[in-house]
């Protein structure tokens, strides 16, 4: 096995012509310099250099090694410099899982400090996080950015495995049309739409509206189901039904909508998750870091930061 060290020795000895001359160089003594030789060729089992009274000479298979070393040196070189800069987060590439109104909200701030960076590759998919969990185990994904219902705490079945970073509480607010009898109160009682047709989500969101409508004391009367907020609203400023809308997705813009607080404040949780026991690329510590603030400064009604 080659030793770089040994061959960095050797390499000086060549350069400079001596002993005592490469030992000055790589601030060792001499002895040390002949012993480094000594166990190279040991592992070689062959000369590297001529022993001489006027000094040493390097032998072809010496020479054609110390060649071998100073091209070696400046490869490692650049390869020490590009780690460092992957180290600093100026050269990587980062796999992003994110659901689509974090992907409106949150990520673009977030992203802006990387996206400048020309070395830098961003590979973001969108992803519910019943989907994320799955993508995140199989290496899919650096990190996921996720949501969760009822309380700040993460799903259990999260923790053994994943790390969890909070980034925001958003209320859930009733969307309703504009012309609804409701629609100019503050506050309303989830029970107050008890009669109402809805407009409700897929998989979690669509399950957590009937958990919410449950436990206010009445099955919800679905009229459709969308996996798009945006959609969803729309359906509603038509008429079509009422809906939860979380803080993040609301979409004042639509016509014809008017969103009122519901009691007793159905809530759903932003965070962050990444694989537990995995080395993290330095791009996602830092983007982790830029989502906290961005969600620190986000200035929405219903949110609330959770940024320890």
Do not use: N
């Not at 008017?258 to 404040?265: E, G, L, M, T």
């Amino acid at each position: 096995m080659l030793d770089l060290h040994r061959l960095r020795v050797l390499r000086e000895v060549a350069r400079t012509g001596s002993f005592s001359a490469a030992a000055r160089e790589l601030r060792i003594t001499p002895s040390a310099v002949s012993q480094q030789i000594g166990a190279l060729e040991r592992s070689l089992g062959l000369p590297v250099v001529h022993r001489g009274p006027r000094g040493v000479s390097v032998t072809e298979p010496g020479r054609m090694l110390a060649d071998v070393t100073a091209e070696l040196d400046g490869d490692l070189g650049q390869v020490e410099r590009h780690l460092a800069a992957y180290a600093d987060g100026l050269v990587g590439r980062l796999a992003i899982a994110t659901f689509p109104t974090a992907g409106l909200a949150l990520l673009p701030r977030a992203l802006v400090g990387l996206t400048a960076r020309t070395e830098v590759e961003l590979d973001v998919r969108e992803s519910e996080p019943q989907d994320t969990v799955p993508l995140l185990a199989a290496g899919g994904a650096d990190l996921g950015i996720v949501y969760h219902f009822f309380t700040p705490a993460p799903p259990r079945e999260w923790a053994a495995e994943y790390e969890y970073t909070p980034l925001l509480g958003e209320e859930m607010y009733a969307a309703l049309p504009a012309r609804h009898p409701l629609a100019d109160r503050a506050e309303i009682e989830l029970a107050d739409l008890a009669d109402e047709r809805w407009v409700q989500g897929v998989r979690d969101c669509g399950l957590q509206t009937d958990q919410y409508c449950l436990a206010a004391g009445f099955p919800p009367r679905t009229a459709c189901r969308a996996s798009d907020y945006g959609f969803m609203q729309t359906l509603v400023a038509g008429g079509v039904g009422v809906a939860l809308v979380p803080a993040l997705a609301m979409a004042p813009q639509i016509e014809g909508l008017a969103f009122v607080r519901v009691r007793p404040f159905p809530h759903r949780y932003v965070g962050v998750l990444r694989r537990k026991g995995r080395w993290h690329p330095p791009l996602g510590s830092e983007l982790v870091d830029r989502l906290r603030e961005t969600a620190a400064d986000l200035a929405k009604p219903g949110i609330t930061p959770l940024v320890r």
